[in-house]
C-alpha cells in the first residue's frame, strides 16, 4: 500500500478510537497533538490498527513508534 | 440491548457505547475489582453491560497487583468504597513466574498457592460480607513434558488445573465465595487465541482484547445471579423444537424423535432440558396444538425424554403465544425477565420479543443438532446458589465412594456387566416404534442374520397377524445412558408344524457382548416353550458384512440342518434341549 492509502485507511480509525470526528493525522503527529491519547488508548489504537490491516506488530515495534508517519512508514513495510 | 446476545460482544463497539453512556439514577450497585491485571480496559465494558441489564454499577478498581495489600489492610481504599461484589482477577503469567522461580518448593505449589488466595476470601470476610467472585486460571499452554506431563506430579500444566480445583473445592466452603470461570472462557473460545504475550507485555492486559467482552459478561453473569437475577423457567415450543416434524400432521409415529433421527438431536436436547429441570429450572409448554394431541406425545411416544411430569405449566391451544406466556406467568407469578422462550419459528420469537420485551428469546439455528451450543453460548443458567446444597454434598461424598468401589472390581465379565446396571424393555410391535424398527431393519448390516430389508408398511401388517407372526423388539438402557430400541426379532408360528421360525434377527452394533441378543434367545424359546412349539429354526444368509454372526446359531446350541452353495444355513434346536443363558440385564415387557 502506498502512505496515501495507508494514510487514508488510518483516519477513520483514529477517529474512532480518540472519539472525534475532526481528527486530520498527520506525520508528525504525537500523543501530545491528541486529546485523549494515553498509554490506555495508545494499545486500543493499536489493536483496532492489526485489526485493519490485518497486520500482526512485535512488541519492540510498538514501543519504538514516535509519530504517526513511523506508524504509516511500518505499514507501508508490512503490507508492501 | 438484546439481553444476552453474545454479538453485541464486540470491544471496539463496547468501548464507544461506553463513552456515551448516559448517567443513571441511583440506586447503584458497588463493584470492587482487586487484580494482578490492568483493569482499565475491562471497567468500561463493565459498565455498559451492567447498564444493559439496567444496574448502574460504580467500580472501584484497586491498584495494579495489589489483591493481598488491598484484602489484608483493614484500612484500606477497598473497605472504605463498602463494595457489595468483590472481584479478584489473576493471571496466570503471574502464577507462572511464581512457579518457575520456586524451584525448590514446586510440591507444595498447589498448597501455597490455594492458601493464600482463600487467606485473602478470609480477610475480607472478616471485614465484609459482599460476594466474592474468584477468576480461575488459563491453563498455560507451555508442556515440557509434552503429553507425558499429565502422568507427572509437578508439570506446569497439571499444577494449574490442581490450583483451579483447589478454588473450586475451597469456595464451596467458604460463605458467598463464586468462581469466575476464565479457564471456561479460555478454552470455549480456544487458549491460543485467548492468551495475549503482546498485550500482556504492552498492558498488562488478561486476555487478547476481543475476548475482554467475554470476560466482562461473565463477571455480569455472576453478579446478576447472586442478586437474585437470574432465570427460572423455560417455556418450550414442541413442534420442531421438542421433536422433528409436526404432530398434528404427522402423527404420533411421524414426529422424529428416536436415537437416529436427526442423529439423535431432539433427544440429546430433551435430555438437557431434563438435566435444567433436575437443577430447579421449571420447564413449561407453549405449543399451537391439539391440547390431548399434544400431550399424547409426552405419554406414549418411547422417544420422549421429557414426560409430562417434567412440565409445571402444559399450555397447548390455537391462542396466540404472547397471551399464553402471560398465562403461565401469573400461573408462576415470576417475572418475565426470568423467562426464556424457545422456538423454532421465527415468527414466533419476533412476535413474543415485540409483545414481551423483558422475556429472553434466544436465536435458535435451524439445525436442532446446534440447539444445546446455542443455549450454552448464551450462559442463560447461571445461579449463585443451590437449593439442595446439602443433597448436593452428599452426593460428592457418594460419588468419591463409588469411585473407590469401582476400582476394586471388574474381576470378571460378568462382574462389570453387572456394574452396568442394565435394564431391557421387551414390546411386541407399536405405532410409536414402527419408524425406529424399520430403520434399523432398513440400516443394520453387521448383526444381521438374513438382512430382510422389511418397509415400514410390511412391518405394520405383521403387527395384524398374531395369528401368524410375532415381532418384537427390546430397548436397553444402563446406567450411563439410555441405547433405545436396539434389537429387532421377527418371529413366524407354524403352528401345523409345531415350529417356531427366526426369519429376523438383528441388533444395532452399539450393544455387543452385553447379553442383549442371550436375553432375546431366552425370550424366543419362553414363547416356544408356551405356546408348545417342538423346536425353533434360523437361517444365517451371509452378506459382505454380517461374517460376525455367522456361528451365532452354534454359540446357542442349535444344530445345522441344512447348507446350500451360497453360504446360506439352516439350523434347528428343540424347544426342550435349550438351556437358558445367564443374563445380567433387568428386564420387563411382553
Redesign the interface.
Known sequence: MTHAEIHQKLTPIFR?VF?DPAIEIKDTMTAKDVPGWD??TY??L???VEKAFAV????KE??SLVNVGALIELLAKRTA | MLKNDRSELDYGQLVKKARRLAPMSDPRFKLAILADVSTQHLVPLLRVLFAGHGVNVEIYEAGFDTVEVEALNPQSALYTFAPQAIVILQSVVKLKSGFYNDVGNRCSFVQTRSESIETVWKAIRARTPATILQSTFVLPYERAHGNFGRLLEGDFSGVVAEINREICLRARRNASVLVNDIDHIAGWVGRRKFLDEKLWGLAKSLCAFEFLPDVAQNIVDITLASIGRSVKCVVLDLDNTLWGGVVGDDGLEGIKLGDLDEDGSFRFFQLYLRELSARGIILAVCSKNNDAVAREVFRKHPGMVLKEEHIAVFIANWDDKATNIRRIRETLNIGFDSMVFLDDNPFERNLVRQLIPDIVVPELPEDPALYVRAISELNLFETASQSTLDSGRTALYREQQQRTEESQKFVTLEDYLQSLKTTACCQKFEPATLGRIAQLIQRSNQFNLTTRRYSEAECQEMMRDAERIFPFTISVQDRFGDFGLINVVILRLHRNERRLEIDTFLMSCRVLQRGVEQLAMNRIFELAAKEKFQSVTGRYIPTPKNAMVKSFFEQFGFRRVASSDDGTTEWQLETEQYGPRKVFIDFNGC
Not at chain 1, 500482526?56 to 512488541?59: D, G, N, P, Q, Y
Open positions: 474512532d472519539d498509554s490506555l494499545v486500543n493499536i489493536v483496532a500482526s506488530f512485535t512488541t510498538v514501543k
